[in-house]
């Protein structure tokens, strides 16, 4: 029996990410590919030199049609099923590193349907509220407006009806259950929702390049056995692992343990309390032991944070995970030092926020993608 358990809705236990390359089918990132990536990129995103991103499906063909000139497009997406804490803010940053590296279209889906269907609580009303609350807090990481399409599923279905047809009759029942791990008792929508997902990787004649964290692997691999019969590219994914929870480096940062998420809205206060409440410290149970053993970088989450994205300084990281293993740095420092970079990350992603009240519907009508992309019939 496995010790972990990660699907698109579930994830949890102490996930094994070379396991987790087996059960998929996916690759490692290699060494050579990280050069190649960073030849192309002209550098390296610190979430690829530090591992983060670690596996990938034909991210090597993605770079030889960009060095060929075709290029490839970029699309991932967002479940509104309430506000959005910092581990949903990761992938979209890793997205802008790639769309301003490699100039290419993103396509960004909001699938107020899926979180629908898969909570059963949740009012339609709530879907619409959130999906408006999300894109403000997804806008705010930086996208070009020009290259960027953020769409709504329940409003841009009209334009896509007959290809999300097509992708659902090639996809069956059999499979979604294997894959997906549907029973009697799924509802029918979420047995149809995964082909609305496959959808936008067919949006260009070129290949898709996907970034997400690997939870959403499962869909790709459907994609990939029918997209060349219906006309299209196998798509290519980049898959990040997950953002630890507050209480751990298990599973994943989640929704539904609220005092174990930073929430995007959340203020200083609010940050400070609850990382020196809740937050798993590989440190020593008393002050004198630890500065005579030393603490557990790998296992303190403070420490894991910043390495995954809030210290972006190879430097100052070496730093605080030596002296943190050496006893010189104490729980409460490396706890003030994360406080710090959290709060000021924070403070200018409200304020971007605040500007994409302006900017939204150049992303969802307006721009020139988006007028493109509502003028065209799939
Ligand atoms: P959702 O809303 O559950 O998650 C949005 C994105 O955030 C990633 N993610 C995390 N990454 C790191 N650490 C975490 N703790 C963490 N929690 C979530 C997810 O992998 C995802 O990339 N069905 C999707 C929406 C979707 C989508 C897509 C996602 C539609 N099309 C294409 C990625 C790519 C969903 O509910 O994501």
Redesign the pocket.
């Known amino acids: 029996m496995a010790d972990f358990n990660v699907t ?1 809705w579930d ?1 949890s236990g102490a996930i094994d990410y070379d396991k987790l390359i087996m059960q998929f089918g996916t690759k490692k990132i290699s060494p050579a590919l990280k050069e190649r990536i960073q030849k192309s990129a002209g550098e390296l995103h610190p979430m690829l030199s530090r591992d983060y991103f670690f596996s990938h499906r034909d991210m090597d063909l993605a770079l030889d049609e960009h060095e060929k000139g075709k290029g490839f497009f970029l ?7 309430g506000p959005m ?1 910092i ?2 803010l ?3 940053v890793f997205t802008k590193w790639l769309q301003d590296k490699f100039k290419c279209n993103l396509y960004i ?1 909001i ?1 107020d349907d ?2 629908f269907l898969v909570k059963q609580g949740m009012q339609w009303e709530d879907t619409q509220k959130y999906s408006h609350e999300n894109i403000l807090d997804i806008i705010a990481a930086g996208f070009d407006p020009k290259r960027t399409f953020i769409f709504k599923d329940s409003e841009y279905i009209k334009n896509v009806y007959p290809l999300l047809l097509k992708t659902a009759r090639k996809t069956t029942m059999s499979t979604a259950k294997a894959v997906f791990g549907f029973t009697d008792s799924s509802n029918i929508g979420l047995t149809f929702y995964p082909a609305y ?1 496959i959808v ?1 990787t067919f949006f260009e004649k070129k290949r898709c390049l ?7 692997d499962p ?1 790709w691999r459907i994609q990939r056995d029918i997209a060349e019969s219906l006309g299209y590219f196998k798509t290519a994914a980049i898959h ?6 507050l209480s751990g480096t298990e599973g ?3 929704s539904s343990a609220a005092d174990s998420a930073i929430w995007l809205s959340d203020d200083a206060k609010a940050v400070k309390n609850k990382i020196n409440k809740y937050a798993f410290s590989g440190g020593k149970s008393s002050m004198e032991e630890h500065r005579k053993l030393g603490g557990n970088p790998d296992i303190d989450v403070p420490f894991q944070w910043l390495k995954i994205f809030f210290e972006p300084s190879d430097k100052k990281l070496q730093k605080l995970h030596d002296d943190y293993k050496s006893g010189a740095l104490l729980s409460g420092e490396m706890k003030a030092a994360l406080i710090e970079k959290i709060n000021t990350f924070l403070a200018a992603h409200k304020e971007k926020r605040e500007a994409a009240k302006e900017s939204i519907r150049d992303f969802m009508h307006e721009g020139p993608l988006a007028k493109r992309m509502w003028e065209q019939q799939f």
């Open positions: 698109p994830v699309y991932t997406g967002r479940g509104p099923s804490h581990g949903h990761v992938p979209l889906q699938t899926e979180k997902q936008p996907i970034p997400s964290a690997i939870d959403q869909y990040s692992k997950f953002l630890p929870p994943k940062m989640s």
